[in-house]
């Protein structure tokens, strides 16, 4: 039986591309405060290549990859948490992005069926921390159980170590989760390799022309149909037989 639920979040809940041409106002300002020393223009610009390097292969190390920008910002590595660098980098994502259409919606059927609720995401800037602050902008953290980033476990989907993160998080088998994203490559291809049910969302975004995917939704209210849907299959295939 379906026990939980698997959320990508970039190009699932809200657009992929966060955007807007105020952003860097306040990672600067955050940064000139951590960093007195050096030009907050210079340590932001080093920071962002640094940090998006990070970010492409598998492999996510964002503290390796803030040690190395303070190495060309000519400072000490250990002189600022890492941590602090990491979140002054991070932009609110309610001043940024909506959430889709639907989103609270599909939260709350989760919540309803009694499933567990994973965010599992690919990130840059972002760890579990700085989601579960945008949840609570957004009032739906209390709709999530666990966060899992690839900040966080170090590795980047489609590699198996964050998917076992999930999995850990959701607390059941992966024949007993579904999977909710965007990328084939990144969460509908490996989660179906672990017997996972999945559905591929295209909200900001053409209809895939193939994919391995059980369903394609072109919203959220398609994937919250169709998760209860499921969940009412299940209960049918597995009630007792009458006597």
């Not at 300002?29 to 610009?45: G, I, K, M, Y």
């Not at 902008?137 to 666990?146: N, R």
């Not at 965007?182 to 209809?207: C, K």
Request: glycine content about 4%; proline content about 6%.
């Amino acid at each position: 039986m379906l026990r939980a639920v698997l959320l990508d979040v970039g190009g699932t809940l809200w657009p992929e591309r966060m955007a807007s041409a105020d952003r860097d106002d306040g990672r600067l300002a955050r940064l000139q405060l951590l960093l007195p020393s050096v030009d907050p223009h210079q340590a932001l610009e080093v920071l962002k290549w640094h940090m998006q390097r990070a970010s492409e292969p598998l492999e996510h190390d964002v503290a390796a990859a803030v040690r190395m920008a303070f190495r060309e910002l000519g400072l000490d590595p250990d002189s600022v948490a890492i941590r602090a660098v990491v979140r002054a980098m991070c932009e609110p994502a309610v001043s940024l992005i909506q959430l889709f259409p639907g989103t609270r919606e599909l939260l709350l059927t989760v919540r309803d069926l009694a499933l567990r609720c994973v965010v599992l995401s690919n990130t840059t800037f972002r760890g579990a921390a700085e989601y579960w602050l945008d949840f609570h902008d957004f009032d739906v953290a209390d709709l999530v159980d666990q966060v899992v980033t690839s900040m966080d476990v170090g590795y980047r989907k489609p590699h198996p170590e964050i998917f076992a993160a999930a999995i850990a998080a959701a607390g059941c088998a992966p024949r007993a989760c579904v999977m909710v994203g965007n990328s084939e490559m990144n969460d509908i291809g490996p989660a179906a390799s672990l017997g996972m049910r999945t559905i591929r969302v295209a909200i900001d975004e053409p209809r895939p022309e193939a994919t391995v995917a059980d369903l394609v939704a072109t919203s959220l209210e398609e994937v919250a149909s169709a998760v209860r849907r499921w969940c009412q299959a299940d209960q049918i295939a597995f009630s007792p037989a009458p006597s």
